[in-house]
């Protein structure tokens, strides 16, 4: 479990890497900047939700409170599994394991994926008058797949994140394996130490 932690988090670090800190905050201020103007001054109270009250459970370390309630949106449109053979989304703890692969990243871009996290859940007000975490199943479904099919790369870049750490941190409980017929890393089950990502041979 330690590696599928470390390896979501090398996947993360990857897709980030593009975007340089000066670039990535000059694409959030183009989208706050577009925000502003298409709602006149009406985004703080637009982007207001029900949510924003709601508990977190305890024990979280990295997570805030918004962006724990994000993935919890983002697991329950992502992970369908009622009527599925599949381990039932909701009885898995997916913002906690999220919670802990952000702990393996560094401090620097565990900063920038804060903000596109947050660029994430609330650039939806620009096109829907809410945030992400208030859009029924279907927008939300939608605007996952706008993020992640867009030609540019910053907002594509940030849809791939938030899928990736969301399917991780369902496939990170070990409930969720027998439904997909896996025992489990071969590693772990042949005791072979973890080296990490390997060049091939010559």
Do not use: C
């Amino acid at each position: 479990m330690t590696d599928s932690r470390q390896q979501a988090a090398r996947d993360v670090t990857d897709a980030l890497a593009p975007l340089s800190r000066r670039r990535f905050l000059k694409t959030a201020l183009w989208a706050t900047a577009g925000l502003t103007a298409v709602l006149a001054g009406g985004f703080a109270v637009l982007r207001r939700s029900p949510l924003d009250t709601a508990p977190v459970p305890a024990g979280l370390r990295y997570l805030t409170a918004s962006q724990y309630q994000l993935f919890n949106r983002l697991a329950h449109v992502l992970l369908p599994t009622d009527g599925t053979a599949l381990f039932p989304a909701e009885q898995v703890p997916v913002a906690a394991h999220i919670d802990a692969i952000l702990g393996t990243l560094e401090p620097e871009v565990r900063e920038q994926l804060g903000m596109g996290l947050a660029l994430f859940d609330n650039a939806a007000v620009a096109g829907h008058w809410k945030r992400f975490v208030d859009l029924d199943d279907a927008a939300a479904l939608a605007y996952v797949n706008d993020w992640l099919n867009a030609s540019a790369m910053p907002k594509r870049a940030i849809g791939f994140v938030v899928s990736k750490l969301t399917h991780t941190g369902y496939w990170l409980d070990e409930r969720t394996w027998p439904a997909i017929e896996f025992d489990g890393a071969v590693t772990k089950k042949w005791g072979i130490s973890s080296r990490g990502n390997q060049p091939l041979p010559a």
